[in-house]
């Protein structure tokens, strides 16, 4: 174990990644571009090492050192969105997960096959043609926290929104009226349990701020709402409902497993959901890695206190599951 060391990609939540890394006992390492070596060198009391690279672009060269180095890659967020999907999928370091997941999280119209197959609610999808008859939010393809998404009340008004849009791949979804929650959770195929371990909601700009201006005052100055997110919140939300959310993680699971064969969903994802006034639970999408809104919770979560007697962050279980593996001798089963 002290050969390996845990590596991501410096943003998102590589700061609790490898800070779970190091009080798991492995050694760690941060790539990051030159504007973010002073925040990740700053933490030298965890972090072990950090790897400068001018661009993301050239990251395949540094493979080959990673390998030599017996690095593990732990995927957050930022993956997609820096190295591209079919780079990620080519990547020949040793990657925590299921690659196969990546097609699945990535393509809208699988994701909710998936949804479906799992028998979760999720809010109606506009096909190209469909009579717009609703509100309904416009997103682009990948992860991207939000950005460039916007909103049309009715087909007139997406009619028009549409010819300025730029996003190649977009779907067109219902805008669920309700509250947004990001429900966490892990699941540890060696112990075949799935462990709830936090909740958040986002903080979005603009539409968080929108609230705040009265309507009357809000005439005029057309303001579009916007929704790209800038932070997290912690939440803890009724007992009732985690029950019900529990459920629905078990469910997406067993489903993955028959969809992306045999490991299917494992280690930590995210169930990014709309709960509505008359508390039905929409899910607007699933993450299937470690989620943002997990860094409220670098110490811990009122969840994970329930399961563990010590500070338990999703980037710490991550570390804990890969040590657990070695220790099964099964280190193969939960790396790509
Ligand atoms: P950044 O390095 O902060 O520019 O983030 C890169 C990508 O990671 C963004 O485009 C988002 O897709 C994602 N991301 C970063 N932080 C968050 C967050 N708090 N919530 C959701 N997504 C995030
Ligand atoms: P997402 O990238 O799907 O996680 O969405 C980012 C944000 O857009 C969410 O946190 C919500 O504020 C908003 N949003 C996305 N989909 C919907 C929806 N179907 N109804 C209402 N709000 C949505």
């Known amino acids: 174990m002290r050969n390996l060391t845990i590596a991501t990609l410096g943003s998102h939540s590589a700061l609790q990644i490898l800070k779970g890394a190091k009080d798991e006992g492995f050694k760690n390492l941060v790539i990051c571009t030159p504007e973010r070596l002073s925040l990740y060198r700053s933490y030298d009391n965890f972090i072990d090492e950090v790897i400068e690279i001018d661009s993301w672009k050239n990251f395949p060269k540094l493979e080959k050192e990673l390998v030599k180095k017996n690095c593990i890659i732990i995927p957050h967020g930022s993956f997609v969105a820096y190295l591209g999907l079919e780079e990620n999928k080519k990547m020949k370091v040793p990657y925590f997960g299921n690659k196969q997941v990546l097609d699945w999280e990535e393509d809208r119209k699988m994701q909710r096959y998936w949804m479906e197959e799992a028998k979760i609610k999720v809010p109606r999808q506009f096909k190209k043609g469909d009579k717009i008859n609703r509100p309904v939010i416009v997103k682009s393809y990948g992860a991207a926290g939000g950005k460039g998404y916007f909103m049309a ?9 549409i010819q300025t849009y730029t996003a190649k791949r977009f779907m067109v979804q219902e805008y669920i009226i309700g509250v947004p929650i990001y429900f966490h959770f892990f699941f540890s195929p060696l112990t075949n349990k799935m462990e709830f371990m936090s909740v958040d909601k986002r903080y979005e700009t603009n539409v968080d701020s929108l609230g705040r201006i009265p ?5 005029g100055l057309k303001i579009e709402p916007t929704f790209e997110v800038v932070g997290n919140i912690p939440l803890t939300v009724r007992e009732s409902m985690l029950a019900e959310v529990m459920n629905m993680s078990d469910r997406v699971v067993t489903v993955s497993q028959k969809l992306m064969p045999p490991k299917g969903l494992f280690g930590p994802f995210c169930l990014e959901a709309i709960i509505t006034s008359s508390e039905e639970i929409y899910v607007i999408e699933i993450s299937a890695r470690i989620v943002a809104g997990t860094n409220c919770f670098i110490n811990g979560s009122p969840y994970t206190y329930l399961l563990y007697d010590e500070p338990m962050s999703t980037g710490r279980r991550i570390a804990r599951e890969i ?12 790396l790509d």
Request: charged letters at 40%; proline letters at 0%.
């Open 153 to 161: 009340r009715n087909q007139k008004e997406f009619d028009k929104k």
């Open 215 to 219: 309507a009357l005052s809000q005439r």
């Open 323 to 334: 040590k657990l593996a070695i220790q099964k001798n099964k280190l193969n089963s939960i």
